[in-house]
């Protein structure tokens, strides 16, 4: 997918207004695919990390070598990676998804881990003795009160990802990141800065829509959090 090029003979002086009027399919376009190339791997990673930390959590042994291998895997550089996977799934989407499906699992396990460890133990206990098995236990008790440390490194998942996904552009797997190859390309400011702006759009968005998730799936927090301020300015008044 290739954008038309540029009108002005010196594109470099000013914004092309009318080059992204001429453009706005293929923004649509690129904002789609570089979607789907950060989302999937967020997705593969969150289910991938779910079934480690729930693993660590009960075998706490296993915590220590999962959390020494991710962060191994971790400090690669991504573009590395996705070099070394081409040769075997060649210039595909895959190349570049599991190289940020393993950068998703290394943030995620440790909040996984850390949200289930938070839940407390007199939760747990008493779980239990209303006849919850460890699997109900675990679905329906303890993964809920560690949904807002799960969110958190989500969050940071998501909008890493929707960054590192523009160096797909590199081996000409579209995304946003194409914009940025064809502007350098071309000494065409206006691509660059139209690719900046739909990316940091992009970011924004995705973080919303994950708060906005966490608070449809704890909505438990806001209900606790209001009968306190209630009682605080009854006191007050009463005072």
Do not use: K
């Amino acid at each position: 997918m290739q954008s038309t090029p540029p009108a002005t003979s010196d594109p470099g002086t000013a914004m092309d207004w009318e080059w992204i009027t001429r453009n706005r399919r293929l923004f649509g376009g690129l904002l789609a695919d570089h979607i789907y190339l950060a989302m999937t791997p967020v997705c593969l990673g969150l289910l991938v990390s779910l079934a480690l930390g729930v693993a660590c959590v009960s075998w706490p042994r296993l915590y220590p070598p999962v959390l020494a291998a991710t962060s191994f895997l971790y400090a690669l550089p991504s573009i590395v990676l996705i070099i070394i996977l081409i040769d075997y799934f060649g210039l595909t989407w895959t190349s570049v998804i599991i190289p940020l499906t393993i950068y998703s699992v290394s943030v995620l396990i440790r909040n996984v881990v850390e949200g289930l460890r938070a839940v407390p133990d007199a939760v747990r206990l008493a779980a239990t003795a209303m006849g919850y098995t460890r699997v109900s236990r675990l679905i329906r008790i303890d993964l809920p009160l560690a949904v807002p440390t799960i969110m958190a490194g989500l969050r940071v998942t998501a909008v890493s990802n929707i960054s590192l996904v523009s160096i797909a552009s590199l081996i000409g797997l579209g995304g946003l990141g194409q914009l940025f190859t064809n502007g350098f390309q071309l000494a065409f400011p206006t691509e660059i800065i139209v690719g900046i702006v739909l990316t940091v759009l992009l970011a924004v968005a995705a973080d919303t829509a994950l708060v906005l998730l966490q608070r449809l799936l704890t909505p438990w927090v806001r209900r606790g959090v209001e009968p306190r301020r209630r009682s605080r300015v009854t006191t007050g008044a009463a005072s």
